[in-house]
């Protein structure tokens, strides 16, 4: 039943606000930082499933492009990790998406990046033409190394794409980290609570493409630590 009402309550909202975006991104399309603002819209809404949300993040001063890798756990994402979007940053998605109702159309004009993950000769073309971006549009990039939800299995290996990308546009790598979702539920009364947490950057400058999986092994290894930190975190802040 709180499952279904949460639903009639939120549904509502979120497409408000993916309204309200669509048209706040026509006054400014695909402009740098329209992604940040709609993320940091939508984790707004975490309190509404019952979630208590922590935010730990340390902005480069000055700006400077970036590649932010973030776990990516189940549909709460949405609602958790996206606190942790930062300035210039957009993300990589299928074409399809732009044709979602509401949200499509907000993610192609907050200037994320649209990609054919079904032709695999475009795909390979594709780090070459995000890389472009980073370096003449000075954006970062933020993307899901796993390449899908793990719900609930743990931090998954990790694909290529993203550490091939940094190394080629020379920028930092900066993993970003949200407690286990997994136990949280739309039926849930109170979910508890979840941190998001930024990880110190990575000079990509001792790395290229032959050894582009050490620096893989090396992110993942200290994501997987610092998920396992931050699950214990949790546990102290739901039971005092």
């Known amino acids: 039943m709180l499952a279904l009402l949460r639903l009639i309550i939120i549904l509502p909202i979120f497409a408000g606000l993916c309204l309200m975006g669509c048209i706040f991104c026509l ?27 922590i935010t730990r993040v340390s ?3 000055p700006y400077a492009p970036r590649v932010y890798i973030a776990n990516h756990q189940n549909t709460f994402d949405v609602f958790t990790i996206s606190s942790a979007v930062m300035d210039g940053t957009v993300s990589l998605g299928k074409k399809s998406i732009r044709w979602l109702p509401f949200f499509g159309q907000l993610y192609w004009l907050s200037g994320n990046i649209l990609i054919d993950r079904k032709n695999k000769h475009r795909a390979r073309d594709t780090i070459s033409q995000v890389t472009e971006r980073i370096v003449n549009d000075k954006l970062s990039l933020w993307m899901f190394p796993e390449g899908t939800r793990s719900r609930g299995r743990g931090l998954l290996p990790f694909k290529m794409g993203a550490f091939h990308t940094a190394i080629q546009a020379n920028v930092p790598i900066v993993p970003i980290v949200l407690s286990s979702t997994a136990s949280f539920k739309l039926g849930k009364l109170r979910n508890g609570y979840a941190i998001a947490e930024m990880l110190e950057p990575i000079s990509t400058d001792n790395y290229h493409q032959d050894n582009a999986k050490e620096l893989a092994e090396l992110c993942h290894r200290l994501m997987r630590e610092k998920i396992i930190e931050l699950d214990a975190e949790v546990a102290r802040l739901n039971n005092p």
């Open 27 to 53: 006054g400014r399309p695909f402009h740098r930082n329209n992604t940040k603002v709609v993320a940091h819209w939508l984790s707004a809404l975490a309190p509404l499933m019952g979630i208590k949300l």
């Open 59 to 61: 902005p480069p001063v």
